[in-house]
C-alpha cells in the first residue's frame, strides 16, 4: 500500500506512525544519543554531576537528586518504557487474537462465553488487582512484569478481532470457500488472515495502550521492575517523591510525562487511522 | 378543469462525490392536479425516490438541489413571500411540513423513533403544527389508529411491539393526522408480504376517499399503479418518458420503454405467453448515455435517437412522451 | 406481558452480580494462595528490612497463620475464607493499624472514595452528554471541530497526569487551592458549613482531575454515537415531521443515544476507579487509594486484599444499579438480551 495512498485515507494514521517512528527511533539510538548528551558516562550512576543542576546546554534538562543527567535518564525511561510496553502489548495481542479468533469463528456458546469474561475482566479494577499481584510475586523481571500487564491489556484487542472475524465469517466469499471443501484451517489462513491485518494493529496499538497505561500505574507507586531498569513511570515517581513540584523543579516531573502522552497519543491516532482507512464506511461517504 | 397543486419544472438533483457527479433526477417536469392519485413508476434507480425526496427537502449531502422549482400556490400561505416550495426558508417550509404535505417513507419499519411510544410519535408532530392540548391530541390518534384499522390500544406500545405490516399501517395513521393536501408515498408496498401489500393500498384508497387529498405514489411494480393511480408519470434515468391517464398507458403505451414496462407484467385472464423483459441494464448515473438515454436497449432506436434528446411533448390533451418516435 | 420481562431481567442481572461477586472473590482467594512467595514470611522479610526483629521467630508466624485462617488445608481455608471475608467481609485484624480489623480501616475510607467518584463521574458524564451531543448535532461548525480535537487529545491524557498538570498549576504556583488531603485539619468535623466548604475546597482538584479526564472522553463518544444516529431512517422521518430542531434533538437523537452511553457509562467504572485511586494517592486524599499505597507499602496483607475486595464490589454494584436502570432509559432492554 503506497503511502501516498494511505495518507490520502487518514491522516491521523500516517501522523500517528510518524511519531511513534520518532520515539522508537530515540529508543533505539539511546546508546548514541546517551554519548552525545554526556560522554560515555552511565546515565543511572549517581554523583555523576552535581545535583539539582538547572538546565543548561549540558544538562538539558537539568540534573536530578543524585546528580544523574536527566535528559540522558529520559530517553533511557523511553527505551525501557517502550521495550516493556511493546511486549506486554505482543502478549496481550497474542492472547486477543486467540480469544478474539475463536469467539468470532465458533460463535455461539463459546463465544457468548467468552465475551462474558472477556467483559468481566474489562469492567474490574485492574489497577488494585495488579498492584497486589506485583506487590506479592517476589522479584519482577521484565518478562514477569510483562505477562502481568498482558493480564489486563488483552482484552482490548480481542474485541475488534472478534467482530471482525464475525463480520467476515458471514461473507460471501468464505461460504464459497467452505462451499468447495476447503479445510477450516486453510480458510482460515487464506480468506480470513489478510482481511484480519489491520485489525491486528487496531489490537497491538490498543493493547500496547493498555500495557504501558498499567505499567505506569504501577511504577507510580513504586512497583516497577527495579534494579538498573528506568521507565518513565519510575521517573515521574522518583521526581515527585523528591518533592519536584514543591521546590519548583517542573523540569524534572513534566518531560517524562509528556513523553507518556507522546506515546499514547501516536498510539490511539494509529489505532483510529487504522479503523478510519481500512472502514471506508465510517468516513467517506460516496453518496448515489 | 382540473385545479394544479404542484408545478415541478425543470428539478435536478445531483450528488457530488469522489467518483464524480452523479446527475441522479436531471430535468424533471410535470404537474399534480388537486385530488387525484398520481403514481411515479420507473425500475430501480430512475431517480423517482430522490424526485419525492426532493420535493420533501430531505436531499443531504452529498446530494443537493441543484436546480428546481415547485410552485404551489394552494400550499403555501399568503404571508409567504413565494409560492416555490423550494425557495421558502428552512422555517417556512417546516410549517408546511406535514400540515400540508405528509410522507409515507420507503421502509418505513425504520422511521419509528425506538425509544417513543407510538402514540408520543404522532401526538409530537400534532403538537408541532397545530393548537391542540396534549389530551386532545391522544385522542386524535386513537381515532386514526381506528382509520387504519388498528386497535387504539397500541398507541401505547413501543415500536419494536409491533410487526412489520402494524408500523406501515402507524406510518399512514401519522401520515393523515393533519389532513394534509398532499400525501407522498414511497415504495409503500416494497418488502411487504402479499396479504399486508393488498390491505395498505385498500388504507391508502379508503383514506383518499374520507380526506380528499392528493397522493403520490412513487413504485417499480405497475400492478400497484393498475390499482390505485389515476395517472402515471414514467421515469426513467432521470428524466420522464411519458406521462397519461393510467388506463391510457396500460391500454396504450406510446413510449418503447413504457411498453416495455407493461409488457413485464404477467396476465392471469388472458393467454399465457412468454414474459419478455427489457433487454440491457439500466445505465449509472455518473454516466448517462447521449442523446434519448434509453437508445442502447430500444428496439426501435434510429440513429437520431443517438445524437438528440427527445424533449416531453405533448401529443394529445394530458398525454406526453419524450420520444423521437413521436416528434 | 412487559412486567414480566423486566422482573425476568432483573432476577437474571443480580443472579449474575452474585455469581460474578463470588466467582471474584474466589478467584482472588485461588491467586493468593498460589503465588510464589509466603505473605506471612515477607511480611516478616519487610519488618526485619525496617530494622525491627520479631521476637517468636518461627513460633509467630505460625500463630498469625492460625490467626488469618491461613493454616491447614485447602479446601479448610475455602471454608474459612468464605464464612468471614465473603459473607461478612471479616479481613481480620490489619498491620497498619493493629490489631484494628482491616474492614475498620476499609469503611472509613470508602465514603471518601465514593463521594469523590460519585460525584465526578456524574458531573462528568452529564455535561460530557450534553456537550458531546451538541457537538454531533452540529458538527459543520469551527467550534464543534475545535471542541471534537480538543477533547480527542485531552481525553487520552490518564488522570493521573492531569492531576499533575493542576496541582503544578493551581496548588504550587497560584497558591489558590490546597495540596493534599480531603478538608482542613484544623475545623472540627461534622457538618457544619464551614467544614463542608473545606471539604469542597479541598477536593476540588482531585474531583477536576478526574471530571476533565472523563468528561471530553465523553464527548466523543457521545459524539459519535449521535453522528450515526442522524443518519438512521427514523431523524429523516422526523424532520420529514416539520418537528423543530430542538425537539428533535431532545426526543430523537439524545434519547437515543441514552442507552449506549449509559451503558458504556457503567463500563467504565473499573477504569475510573484505577485512575481515581491514583489521583488519590497523589494528593494524599484519604480514600482507598491512600490506604492502599499504606497497606501495600506494610505488606498488610488482609487491608490489600480486602481493598482490593472491596474495589471490585463497589464497581460491580454500581455497575448493577446503573443496569437495573437501563430499562427506564430504553424500552427495548427488557426484552432479550440488548440491541
Redesign the interface.
Same mark, same amino acid.
Do not use: E, Q
Given at each position: 500500500m503506497g503511502m501516498r495512498v494511505l495518507f490520502a485515507r487518514s491522516k491521523l494514521l500516517v501522523i500517528g506512525l510518524a511519531i511513534l517512528l520518532f520515539l522508537v527511533l530515540v529508543a533505539l539510538f539511546q546508546p548514541l544519543i546517551n554519548k552525545l548528551l554526556i560522554g560515555d558516562i552511565d546515565p543511572i550512576t549517581m554523583g555523576s554531576f552535581d545535583s539539582y543542576l538547572d538546565p543548561s546546554p549540558q544538562h538539558w534538562l537539568g540534573t536530578d537528586r543524585w546528580g544523574r543527567d536527566w535528559m540522558a535518564q529520559l530517553v533511557l525511561g523511553l527505551r525501557y518504557s517502550l521495550v516493556i510496553g511493546a511486549l506486554a502489548g505482543s502478549v496481550a495481542t497474542l492472547i486477543g487474537v486467540i480469544f478474539g479468533f475463536i469467539a468470532g469463528y465458533k460463535g455461539g456458546m463459546v463465544d457468548s462465553t467468552l465475551r462474558t469474561f472477556t467483559d468481566m475482566i474489562l469492567v474490574i479494577p485492574s489497577w488494585p488487582i495488579l498492584v497486589t499481584l506485583a506487590a506479592y510475586i517476589r522479584g519482577l523481571s521484565i518478562p514477569t512484569m510483562a505477562l502481568l500487564l498482558a493480564l489486563f491489556s488483552w482484552p482490548w484487542g480481542m474485541r475488534a478481532i472478534r467482530s471482525q472475524v464475525l463480520s467476515l465469517r458471514s461473507q460471501p466469499y468464505v461460504d464459497l470457500a467452505k462451499v468447495s471443501n476447503l479445510r477450516d484451517l486453510e480458510i482460515i489462513f487464506t480468506e480470513l488472515v489478510p482481511n484480519l491485518l489491520p485489525y491486528l494493529g487496531v489490537s497491538l496499538a490498543s493493547a500496547t495502550v493498555g500495557a504501558i497505561l498499567a505499567e505506569t500505574g504501577l511504577e507510580l507507586i513504586g512497583l516497577g521492575p527495579g534494579g538498573d531498569i528506568i521507565t518513565l513511570g519510575l521517573m515521574i515517581n522518583f521526581s515527585l517523591g523528591w518533592g519536584a513540584l514543591a521546590l519548583g523543579k517542573v523540569e524534572l516531573v513534566f518531560p517524562p510525562v509528556l513523553c507518556l502522552i507522546l506515546i499514547f497519543v501516536s498510539l490511539n491516532m494509529i489505532n483510529m487511522g487504522l479503523e478510519e482507512a481500512f472502514n471506508p464506511r465510517l468516513k467517506r461517504v460516496t453518496g448515489g | 378543469m382540473d385545479q394544479t397543486l404542484l408545478e415541478i419544472r425543470d428539478m435536478r438533483i445531483y450528488? %457530488? #462525490? #469522489?467518483?464524480g457527479n452523479?446527475k $441522479?433526477v436531471d430535468g424533471v417536469s410535470f404537474n399534480v392536479n388537486v385530488d387525484e392519485v398520481l403514481g411515479i413508476a420507473g425500475e430501480s434507480g430512475c431517480g423517482k425516490s430522490t424526485l419525492v425526496e426532493g420535493l =420533501?427537502r =430531505?436531499i $443531504?449531502p +452529498?446530494?443537493h438541489i441543484e436546480t428546481g422549482e415547485v410552485a404551489a400556490p394552494l400550499i403555501t400561505d399568503d404571508e409567504t413571500t413565494n409560492c416555490d416550495l423550494l425557495s421558502l426558508t428552512e422555517e417556512e417550509f417546516?410549517?408546511?411540513?406535514?400540515?400540508e404535505i !405528509? *410522507?409515507i +417513507?420507503q421502509?418505513s419499519m @425504520? !422511521? =419509528? @423513533? +425506538?425509544? %417513543?411510544k407510538i402514540e408520543?410519535q404522532i401526538v409530537? #408532530?400534532i403538537l %408541532? &403544527?397545530s393548537s391542540f392540548t396534549r389530551q386532545q391530541a391522544k385522542k386524535h390518534v386513537s381515532e386514526l389508529l381506528e382509520v387504519v384499522g388498528l386497535s387504539p390500544e397500541i398507541a401505547r406500545l *413501543?415500536p &419494536?411491539e409491533l410487526s412489520g405490516g402494524m408500523k406501515q399501517r402507524v406510518i399512514i395513521a %401519522?401520515a393523515i393526522a393533519l389532513k394534509p393536501k398532499l400525501v407522498i408515498a414511497d415504495e409503500p408496498t416494497t418488502a411487504l408480504d402479499v396479504t399486508i401489500q393488498k390491505m395498505v393500498l385498500q388504507t391508502l384508497v379508503r383514506i383518499k376517499k374520507q380526506l380528499n387529498c392528493t397522493i403520490i405514489v412513487v413504485s417499480h411494480d405497475m400492478p400497484v399503479h393498475a390499482q390505485i393511480s389515476d395517472r402515471l408519470v414514467i421515469m426513467y434515468a432521470g428524466k420522464v418518458m411519458e406521462i397519461g391517464p393510467v388506463n391510457d398507458i396500460f391500454g396504450n403505451p406510446l413510449h418503447p420503454y413504457t411498453q416495455g414496462l407493461i409488457a413485464t407484467i404477467p396476465s392471469i385472464t388472458r393467454e399465457r405467453k412468454r414474459l419478455r423483459g427489457i433487454p440491457g441494464t439500466s445505465p449509472s +448515473? !455518473?454516466e448517462w448515455p447521449s442523446g434519448c438515454r434509453f437508445h442502447p436497449r430500444c428496439e426501435r432506436v434510429m440513429e437520431v435517437c443517438q445524437q438528440e434528446e427527445p424533449k416531453l411533448r405533448e401529443v394529445s390533451p394530458g398525454r406526453f412522451v419524450a420520444c423521437h418516435l413521436y416528434l | 406481558m412487559k412486567k414480566r420481562a423486566i422482573l425476568a431481567y432483573i432476577l437474571k442481572r443480580i443472579l449474575l452480580y452474585i455469581f460474578t461477586i463470588w466467582g471474584a472473590f474466589t478467584i482472588a482467594f485461588l491467586f493468593f494462595h498460589m503465588v510464589p512467595g509466603d505473605p506471612i514470611a515477607a511480611y516478616v522479610r519487610s519488618m526485619q528490612q525496617r530494622g525491627r526483629t520479631i521476637s517468636g521467630g518461627e513460633n509467630l508466624g505460625q500463630e498469625y497463620r492460625k490467626m488469618m485462617g491461613l493454616d491447614g488445608p485447602l479446601y479448610v481455608q475455602y471454608l474459612h475464607y468464605l464464612e468471614n471475608v465473603v459473607l461478612r467481609f471479616n479481613l481480620g485484624p490489619s498491620f497498619i493499624g493493629f490489631p484494628t480489623p482491616a474492614e475498620k480501616h476499609i469503611f472509613l475510607a470508602l465514603p471518601w472514595t465514593i463521594g469523590l467518584l460519585g460525584i465526578a463521574t456524574l458531573i462528568a458524564w452529564i455535561l460530557g452528554f450534553a456537550l458531546g451531543g451538541l457537538v454531533g448535532w452540529k458538527r459543520d461548525s469551527p467550534t464543534s471541530s475545535l471542541l471534537t480535537n480538543l477533547s480527542l487529545v485531552i481525553s487520552q491524557i490518564p488522570p493521573y497526569f492531569i492531576a499533575l498538570a493542576l496541582l503544578f498549576i493551581f496548588a504550587y504556583t497560584l497558591l489558590w487551592l490546597p495540596r493534599r488531603g480531603a478538608f482542613d485539619a484544623a475545623i472540627p468535623k461534622g457538618f457544619t458549613w464551614a467544614f463542608i466548604k473545606s471539604v469542597i475546597r479541598y477536593g476540588t482538584l482531585p474531583a477536576l482531575s478526574l471530571v476533565i479526564f472523563a468528561l471530553f472522553g465523553w464527548v466523543i463518544s457521545t459524539r459519535s454515537i449521535v453522528v450515526s444516529i442522524l443518519g438512521e431512517d427514523y431523524l429523516v422521518y422526523a424532520k420529514a415531521k416539520g418537528l423543530t430542531g430542538g425537539k428533535i434533538l431532545r426526543a430523537y437523537v439524545l434519547r437515543n443515544a441514552m442507552l449506549p452511553q449509559v451503558t458504556g457509562l457503567a463500563l467504565s467504572l473499573g477504569f475510573v476507579l484505577n485512575g481515581a485511586l491514583l489521583v488519590e494517592i497523589l494528593f494524599n486524599y484519604p480514600g482507598l487509594g491512600s490506604l492502599f499505597r499504606d497497606a501495600i507499602g506494610m505488606l498488610d496483607y488482609n487491608t490489600v486484599q480486602g481493598i482490593m475486595l472491596m474495589s471490585i464490589v463497589a464497581v460491580l454494584t454500581a455497575t448493577l444499579l446503573i443496569d437495573l436502570l437501563l430499562p427506564l432509559v430504553d424500552p427495548r432492554v427488557a426484552r432479550e438480551g440488548k440491541t
Open positions: - | 450528488y %457530488a #462525490t #469522489t467518483l452523479y $441522479v =420533501l =430531505l $443531504v +452529498p446530494g417546516r410549517r408546511v411540513r406535514w400540515k !405528509s *410522507y +417513507p421502509g @425504520n !422511521s =419509528l @423513533n +425506538p425509544v %417513543a408520543d409530537d #408532530t %408541532a &403544527h *413501543y &419494536h %401519522a +448515473p !455518473s | -
